[in-house]
């Protein structure tokens, strides 16, 4: 996770300056990520 919010260019600044649009783009992250995790993991 930590390596695809700083792929995104998700940063504690956009988190001070929009805190909606930083829970936004972390939330649709967290459920891309849960996604890959479930095809590659769980379902294979």
Request: net charge negative; glycine share 4%.
């Amino acid at each position: 996770m930590r390596q695809r919010v700083e792929s995104e260019g998700i940063t504690d600044t956009l988190k001070a300056d929009n805190q909606m649009e930083w829970v936004g783009r972390i939330n649709a992250l967290q459920s891309a990520v849960t996604e890959t995790v479930n095809a590659e993991v769980i379902f294979v």
